[in-house]
């Protein structure tokens, strides 16, 4: 499973922001919240602290200016 960041501007429909993360669900786990792996077969709008806590795992900086949202495919 991969998973990747969209961002989409504040009351618009399409991401112009998309990046693709290098962390497993197993390594999402705490920083979503998760108590199973599979729980990540949904689309997940980010909080402010999950994403400070993706860009110290993925050591980037993500754009604040943008609602993100984490989703995953196969």
Sequence with gaps: MK???M???HDEDFPTFEKELPLT???LMPIMGWRH???CAFDY???EQQICDLEKACSTR???DLELFLTSFA
């Design 7 to 9: 961002g989409v501007p």
């Design 62 to 64: 993500l754009p604040r």
């Design 25 to 27: 669900a197993t390594e």
């Design 3 to 5: 998973h990747m960041l």
């Design 37 to 39: 792996a599979d729980e």
């Design 45 to 47: 709008r980010l909080t």
